[in-house]
């Protein structure tokens, strides 16, 4: 099991030595995303490789141009990450909201409300398109 964990750990710290490192504007040898490359269509998570990027760079303003769900996928993250922290090493109870029956759905209302504003060709939507 220690090992499960010290692999992906591994993982982790190679994959942000690249993302840091490399800038996937300039390379090919980064997958693109499918979706966009056969029908032009933006979905979801288009922009995330340039964003990990600039946030490993602390560009912060050029990571919400890449994709603003990335911004607001990182506070639910960090929130988790807190609450669960709080209630471990103070031994409390706090209520964890991502564990919500209705947060699921409530994400995913988010997530296609923003597929599809992203792809309206129109200011303001076009600014949530990649950059």
Known sequence: MKLKYIGML?????????????NPND???????????????YCPGCGSQRATHQLLNFNIVEVFKQNALFVLGLLIIGYHLVISGINYFFKKENNNYIYHPKTPIFLLIIIIIFWILRNIPYYPFNLLAPH
């Not at 591994?10 to 490399?22: D, E, H, Q, R, S």
């Not at 040898?29 to 269509?41: A, D, E, R, S, V």
Request: charged share 10%; net charge positive.
């Open 27 to 41: 390379v090919d040898f980064l997958p693109k995303c499918p979706l966009y490359k056969t029908t032009g269509i």
């Open 10 to 22: 591994l993982l982790i710290i190679v994959l942000a030595f690249l993302y840091f490192f490399i």
